[in-house]
């Protein structure tokens, strides 16, 4: 075996669906870090924010991409986990709704005779009979003449 020889058999990582592209990381760090940003969260939070989970992911991303490190992996799939539970952390507390298990009964049910009036004719309606192939792709609502001024 020489030097440089290299394993390229894909290694495959439970929840690595969850992996975003590294340069996504890359952008959520300079983002968290600008001017801008720390403006804004001196204002909102009275503080700046920790910004090092973001280059932390953007390092852990490039040791999976570059490297198929199996543990950085993880432990990036693992802060993403950490990262939509907190953002869902209010949604799943909210206990002022509550959840639907299944559709309203008449969730298909025509729309009211004043709705449908004022569908008619609508953007939404050309664009619609578009798509069902009732009246030509080349159509467009916003041309009421075909008068030109020149």
Known sequence: MTGNDTNTT??????EWMIRDCLVYDEEYRDCTSIKA????????????DCSQ??????????WVDNNNI???NELIESEK???KERLLAH???????KRTSPPENWNAPL????QKEYENSYLDFKSKELRGEIPATFD?????FCTIL
């Open 10 to 15: 894909p290694v495959q990582v439970k929840d």
């Open 38 to 49: 720390r403006f804004n969260q001196l204002f909102i939070f009275g503080k700046t924010l």
């Open 54 to 63: 973001w280059k932390e992911a953007s390092l852990n991303c490039y040791k």
């Open 71 to 73: 543990k950085a992996a």
């Open 82 to 84: 950490q990262r939509r």
């Open 92 to 98: 799943y507390r909210n206990d002022v709704w509550t």
């Open 112 to 115: 009211p005779e004043y709705l």
């Open 141 to 145: 609502p916003h041309i009421s003449s």
